[in-house]
C-alpha cells in the first residue's frame, strides 16, 4: 500500500517569512514519482513539480525549491520570502505501484497555506 | 486561448440523473485525466487515458465512464448519479502517459446533486 502524510494541515506566516510543506510517503516500489501542486483559492489545479526516484538532486525554481530525501521518505516544499500570492492549498503526490497490479496516484490531504500581508 | 477547458463550470442535478461533462484540450497532448476533489478537498485520480490505454482507479464506480471522440476530447459520464457524487471534477492533459508528465488542468466542473 501507499500513502502520502502532509502532516500539517494549516499554515500562517507573515509576508517575506520563509515556510516549509512537509511530505512524507511510503511505498515499497523503487521506482516511483513525487508531485507537488498548488490550489489558489479561486480553485484551479495547477502542477509544480515532478521528481523520479532516482534523482535526489534538490531543485530550485525562483522563490520554491524541493528538498528529496530518500533515507527518510520525505519531499519537503519551501517557499522564501513569502509573498500573499502564495496563499493556496498545496497537494503532494506519489506516483507508484499499488500492489494490485497497477500503477496508482495518491494525494496527501494538502496543507493549507495563509501568507499574511 | 484555453489550454483545458470543461464544460459546463456548475452542473446542478438530482440523484437517479444521467450527466456528462465535456473535456477538451488545444495543447497536441496524447494523455487526458480526470480528478475528482470531494467537499474536504480529498483529491483523487479517477482515470488516465491515452490512445493505446485507459487506466481506471479501481475504486471509481462503475458508474462513471471516459468516452475520448478524439485524442483532444476525453468526456466524462456519469449513471445513476447519487449524493456522493458532489464533488469538484478537473480535467488535464499532459504530453504522455508515462509516469504523469507536468499536467495542465482544466478550471473544474463543480457537480451537486440534489
Known amino acids: 500500500a501507499q500513502k502520502v502524510t502532509q502532516a500539517q494541515t494549516e499554515i500562517s506566516v507573515v509576508e517575506k517569512e520563509d515556510v516549509t510543506l512537509d511530505c512524507v510517503y511510503e511505498t515499497r516500489d523503487t521506482t516511483y514519482y513525487l508531485f507537488w501542486y498548488k490550489q489558489p483559492p479561486s480553485g484551479e489545479l495547477v502542477f509544480l513539480i515532478r521528481?523520479?526516484?532516482?534523482?535526489?538532486q534538490n531543485e530550485i525554481s525562483g522563490r520554491y525549491s524541493w528538498n528529496f530525501q530518500k533515507s527518510t521518505s520525505s519531499f519537503n516544499f519551501t517557499i522564501t520570502a513569502s509573498q500573499v500570492v502564495d496563499s493556496a492549498v498545496y497537494f503532494c503526490a506519489l506516483y507508484a505501484y499499488s500492489g494490485a497490479g497497477s500503477y496508482q496516484l495518491t494525494f496527501g490531504k494538502g496543507t493549507k497555506l495563509s501568507v499574511i500581508p | 486561448d484555453t489550454a483545458v477547458s470543461q464544460t459546463p463550470k456548475y452542473l446542478v442535478t438530482q440523484m437517479g440523473n444521467d450527466k456528462s461533462i465535456k473535456c477538451e484540450q488545444n495543447?497536441?497532448?496524447?494523455?487526458m485525466y480526470w480528478y475528482k476533489q470531494d467537499s474536504k478537498k480529498f483529491l483523487k485520480i479517477m482515470f488516465s487515458y491515452n490512445n493505446k490505454e485507459l487506466i481506471i482507479n479501481e475504486t471509481v464506480p462503475n458508474r462513471f465512464s471516459p468516452k475520448s471522440p478524439d485524442k483532444a476530447h476525453l468526456n466524462l459520464h456519469i449513471n445513476s448519479l447519487e449524493l456522493g457524487d458532489s464533488a469538484v471534477y478537473f480535467c488535464?492533459?499532459?504530453?504522455?502517459?508515462?509516469?504523469?508528465?507536468?499536467?495542465?488542468f482544466g478550471p473544474g466542473t463543480r457537480l451537486t446533486v440534489l
Open positions: 495543447l497536441g497532448h496524447d494523455t
Open positions: 521528481r523520479n526516484s532516482f534523482d535526489e
Open positions: 488535464a492533459s499532459s504530453q504522455d502517459l508515462v509516469e504523469y508528465g507536468e499536467q495542465f
